[in-house]
C-alpha cells in the first residue's frame, strides 16, 4: 500500500506561483508513475499532467503548458507540480495520484492511489 500527503496549497493572486508538493510513503521500494488532477467547484476533476517512474517523460493538459511543471526527486520519494503565471481559473482542490502499472495515464480509473488533495486558490 502506498500512501500519498500533497502540500503546499495556499491563497495566491494571479499571475504569482506555488509549488505542490506530492509526498508517498509505505511500500515505496521502487517509484511509480504519478498524476496531478484537480477539481474546481462544480466541476468535474480534470487531469492536470503526469510524470514517469524516472521523469524522463511528462504529459501535461493543455491548458497549463508553459506555466506548468512536474518534476521528481525519488530519493525523497516526492514529486512537484510548479505552477506559475497562475489564473483565477487554476483555481481548485490540486490531488496527486499514483499508479501500480508502468507508464503515465490521463484517466483517473488508471490510478490505485490518491491523496487527500490540496487546496489552491488564485485571486483576481
Known amino acids: 500500500q502506498v500512501q500519498l500527503v500533497e502540500s503546499g496549497g495556499g491563497l495566491v493572486q494571479a499571475g504569482g506561483s506555488l509549488r505542490l508538493s506530492c509526498a508517498a510513503s509505505?511500500?515505496?521500494?521502487?517509484?511509480?508513475?504519478v498524476g496531478w488532477f484537480r477539481q474546481a467547484p462544480g466541476n468535474e476533476r480534470e487531469f492536470v499532467g503526469s510524470?514517469?517512474?524516472?521523469?524522463?517523460?511528462?504529459l501535461y493538459v493543455d491548458s497549463v503548458k508553459g506555466r506548468f511543471t512536474i518534476s521528481r526527486d525519488n530519493a525523497k520519494n516526492t514529486v512537484y507540480l510548479q505552477m506559475n503565471s497562475l489564473k483565477p481559473e487554476d483555481t481548485a482542490v490540486y490531488y496527486c495520484?499514483?499508479?501500480?502499472?508502468?507508464?503515465?495515464?490521463?484517466?483517473?480509473?488508471?490510478?490505485?492511489?490518491w491523496g487527500q488533495g490540496t487546496q489552491v486558490t488564485v485571486s483576481s
Open positions: 495520484a499514483a499508479k501500480r502499472t508502468l507508464g503515465i495515464a490521463t484517466l483517473q480509473d488508471r490510478y490505485d492511489y
Open positions: 509505505g511500500r515505496t521500494d521502487s517509484s511509480l508513475p
Open positions: 510524470i514517469s517512474r524516472n521523469g524522463g517523460t511528462v
